[in-house]
C-alpha cells in the first residue's frame, strides 16, 4: 500500500509539472509574439542580428530551425528563411553537380544562391548558408562542410571523403590544382597514398586530370574554378536542378 | 590623432562614399582613446570616424594626410587593424579633439570584422587619389558655418540627412532588439531547465509516466526547440505533429512518385512539397522524422535507407530488387554501364541510378571496374555462366 501512494504521489509530481510548462510555454507564446510584432524584420533583413539570434539560441540550448512547427519558425519567421534556402542549394548543387563532382567554394554557392533570389529577395550571408547546410545534412544526401584556406567546400553527393581526401582538397585550394609532388613534399606522404587519394577524387568527379602539364601531370578543381572564371548554370542545367 | 578634425560627418559635394564599417575603435599609436565605438566612413576624400552611441561625435582625416596604412592580423582576443601612418598634421588644420600627440600613427581595429574589405578599398584610394581631380568645397566649415555648407550643397546633404536619420532608427532598432532578445532568451533558458527537471522525473519512474504525458511532453519539446532529455530523439520525433504530416505526405507523394518510377529520393521529396507549401515550409527534420512513422502507420509509402546513408521514399508497390533484375537486363544489352549512363537511359536521377547499381552489385548480378575513367558495372558472368 505505500508503494502504491509513492507511485501516486510521482505521478502527480510530474503531472504538476507538466501543467506548470504549459503555462509557461503559453507565457513565452506571448512574449515571443510581442517580441516578433517588434523586431521580425530585424532578423529578416540582418544577416548580423541573425547569426547573434542563432547564437544565444545555441547556447541555451534551444534549436530555433529543428522544426517548422516550432514556436521559432511559426512567430519570427526564422523556419521559412532557413528552410527555403535549404531548397535553393539543394538545385544549385545538383545543376552544378556534373560540372565539379558535387564539391563548391561557399562563394560560388553564395553568387549562385543569390542569383537565383532576384533584385529583390532578402539578403543571404555565408553564414546563413552554413546553418541553412547543417540542416540538410540530416536528409542523407551527403551534404557537408569541408574547411579550406580560411573559406569552405560544400559537399553535396554521398561520397566519402576522410581525413586525407580532406587535407589534399585543402593544398589544392592555393592554386586550383595540386600534383604528386607537391603532395610528397608538402605533407610528407609515400607516392602510393598521394596516388589512392587523388585516385578516388577523380573517380567522384571532383578532380580533373591534366597529363599535358609542364613536368608531372595535374590534378585540378573544378570546384575552384570560378575563382579563376565564373560560369553561368547553364538553361539545361537549370532543368535538371528541378525535381 | 591630432590630425583629426571635428566634422558634420556630412559629405562635400564632389565627394563620394566608397564603404562603412561599423563597430571600429581608434588608437592613438599604441594608446587607447575614448573613439572606442564608431563607424568608420571612407570616402574620395576623407577618412571619418562617427561615433555609434553619439552620432555628435564625428572626426575626419583627409586621405591626402595618409604616408602608408599596414595590415595587422588578429589574434586570441585582438580584433584584425589596420595601422594608418600618418604626415604631420597641416599648420591650417582645422580644430579636433587633441592638439598634439607622440604617434605619427593610428591603428583602427575592427571588432565586428570587416578589416579585408576596407583595407582594400582604402588602398584603392590612396593609389587613385581621387581627391586630387575632384575639387569640393574645401574648407570645411565646422560648427557656425556648417549652415553656409549645407546651403552649398543642399540636394546631397538632405540625401545625406535622411540616410543618418535612418542609420540612427537602424541603430536605435537594433540596440532594442538586442535587448529584447537577451530578455526572451532569459525566458527560454527557464523553459530549458525546466524540460530537463520533467526529463529527470520520468527518468526516476523509469517508465511510470503515462503515454498521453509522454505526447505532451514532446510537443511542448517540438514548440521549444528543445532536444528531447530522455531519449535523446531528435527535436520531439514522433509527435501528433509527425504522425499528421506522414498521413498528408502519403496523399501529396503519391503521384509524383508514380511519374518517378516509385522511388524519390528525401532531398527532392524536400525541395517539391516545400516548393509547393510556398510558406510554413517544413524543417529537414520535420520530414525525416514523419517519414519515419509512415510505415508504422500502414502508409502506402516508406522511407528506406540504403548503405550509402542516401535516404529514399518508396512505393509499397515499388519492389527496389525487381528493378535490379530489369537493371541487370538494361546493362546487359549495353555489355557495361556507368551509372551516368544507365541514369540517363532508364531516365532517373544519377543519384538513384547509381543506388540502384550498387544494389544490383550487392545482390550479385552485378560486377564492378573501378577505374580512374569512373566506375562502371559489368553482368556479373561468374554468377550466370558457372
Keep these: 500500500l505505500p508503494q502504491a501512494k509513492y507511485k501516486e504521489r510521482g505521478t502527480v509530481l510530474a503531472e504538476d509539472q507538466l501543467a506548470q510548462m504549459s503555462k509557461q510555454l503559453d507565457m513565452f507564446r506571448t512574449n515571443l509574439e510581442e517580441f516578433a510584432s517588434k523586431h521580425k524584420q530585424e532578423i529578416r533583413k540582418n544577416p548580423e ?89 540530416v536528409l542523407g544526401n551527403g551534404f557537408g562542410i569541408i574547411p579550406v584556406g580560411g573559406t569552405f567546400l560544400v559537399q553535396s553527393v554521398p561520397a566519402e571523403l576522410n581525413m586525407d ?79 | 590623432m591630432d590630425r583629426f578634425s571635428w566634422t558634420t560627418g556630412l559629405l562635400e559635394l564632389g565627394e563620394t562614399l566608397v564603404v562603412q564599417q561599423r563597430g571600429v575603435r581608434l588608437s592613438d599609436g599604441e594608446e587607447k582613446v575614448k573613439f572606442d565605438s564608431g563607424v568608420l566612413l571612407l570616402s574620395t576624400h576623407r577618412l571619418i570616424w562617427r561615433d555609434q552611441k553619439n552620432h555628435e561625435c564625428c572626426i575626419a582625416v583627409p586621405l591626402s594626410q595618409i604616408v602608408f596604412i599596414e595590415e595587422q592580423a588578429a589574434g586570441i582576443g585582438k580584433s584584425a587593424k589596420i595601422v594608418v601612418h600618418l604626415h604631420p598634421a597641416s599648420s591650417n588644420k582645422e580644430p579636433g579633439p587633441f592638439q598634439s600627440s607622440k604617434y605619427s600613427y593610428i591603428k583602427l581595429s575592427f571588432k565586428e570584422h570587416g578589416q579585408i574589405e576596407f583595407y582594400r578599398r582604402l588602398s584603392e584610394e590612396i593609389t587613385q587619389r581621387r581627391w586630387e581631380s575632384i575639387p569640393t568645397g574645401q574648407a570645411m566649415q565646422v560648427n557656425k558655418d556648417s549652415k553656409a555648407g549645407r546651403i552649398r550643397a543642399v540636394g546631397i546633404v538632405g540625401i545625406e540627412r535622411k540616410l543618418e536619420e535612418k542609420r540612427k532608427e537602424t541603430d536605435k532598432n537594433i540596440s532594442e532588439a538586442f535587448e529584447d532578445l537577451s530578455k526572451l532568451m532569459e525566458k527560454a533558458k527557464e523553459m530549458v531547465e525546466l524540460s530537463k527537471s520533467i526529463a529527470n522525473k520520468i527518468k526516476e519512474k523509469q517508465g511510470d509516466i503515462t503515454e498521453d504525458e509522454t505526447i505532451r511532453f514532446k510537443s511542448y519539446l517540438l514548440s521549444m526547440g528543445i532536444a528531447n532529455p530522455v531519449t535523446r530523439e531528435t527535436y520531439g520525433s514522433g509527435t501528433q505533429y509527425h504522425m499528421q504530416l506522414a498521413k498528408q505526405l502519403a496523399g501529396i507523394l503519391q503521384t509524383p512518385l508514380e511519374e518517378r518510377g516509385g522511388i524519390m529520393s528525401l532531398t527532392e521529396v524536400y525541395c517539391l512539397v516545400n516548393r509547393a507549401r510556398g510558406l510554413e515550409l517544413l524543417s529537414p527534420e520535420d520530414l525525416v522524422n514523419a517519414c519515419k512513422m509512415l510505415e508504422s502507420l500502414k502508409l502506402p509509402l516508406r522511407l528506406r535507407i540504403f548503405d550509402s546513408g542516401v535516404m529514399v521514399i518508396e512505393l509499397q508497390s515499388h519492389n527496389e530488387e525487381e528493378m535490379v533484375a530489369a537493371a541487370l537486363e538494361t546493362v546487359s544489352e549495353k555489355g557495361s554501364l556507368t551509372a551516368d549512363e544507365f541514369a540517363k537511359l532508364v531516365g532517373m536521377s544519377v543519384l538513384l541510378a547509381k543506388e540502384r547499381l550498387l544494389l544490383a552489385e550487392k545482390m550479385g548480378h552485378l560486377c564492378r571496374d573501378d577505374s580512374v575513367e569512373g566506375l562502371r558495372f559489368y553482368p556479373n558472368l561468374f554468377l550466370t555462366q558457372s
Design chain 1, 165 to 243: 581526401h580532406t587535407v589534399v582538397l585543402q593544398l589544392a585550394e592555393k592554386k586550383g590544382f595540386v600534383t604528386v609532388s607537391e603532395i610528397r613534399a608538402s605533407l610528407k606522404w609515400e607516392t602510393e597514398r598521394a596516388r589512392q587519394v587523388l585516385e578516388h577524387l577523380l573517380k567522384e568527379g571532383m578532380a580533373w586530370l591534366d597529363t599535358q602539364a609542364p613536368g608531372e601531370p595535374q590534378y585540378w578543381l573544378p570546384a575552384l574554378f570560378t575563382e579563376l572564371y565564373s560560369q553561368e548554370i547553364t538553361p539545361e542545367e537549370a532543368k535538371e536542378a528541378i525535381p
Design chain 1, 49 to 137: 542580428f541573425r547569426v547573434q539570434f542563432q547564437d544565444m539560441c545555441a547556447t541555451i540550448g534551444v534549436d530555433p530551425l529543428a522544426s517548422g512547427k516550432g514556436f521559432w519558425s511559426e512567430m519570427l519567421g526564422v523556419g521559412d528563411f532557413y528552410y527555403e534556402l535549404g531548397v535553393q542549394i539543394i538545385e544549385v548543387c545538383l545543376a552544378l553537380k556534373h560540372r565539379n563532382g558535387g564539391l563548391i567554394t561557399l562563394e560560388e554557392l553564395h553568387q549562385q544562391v543569390l542569383k537565383g533570389r532576384g533584385k529583390f529577395a532578402q539578403d543571404v550571408s555565408q553564414d546563413d548558408l552554413l546553418r541553412a547546410i547543417k540542416k540538410l545534412k
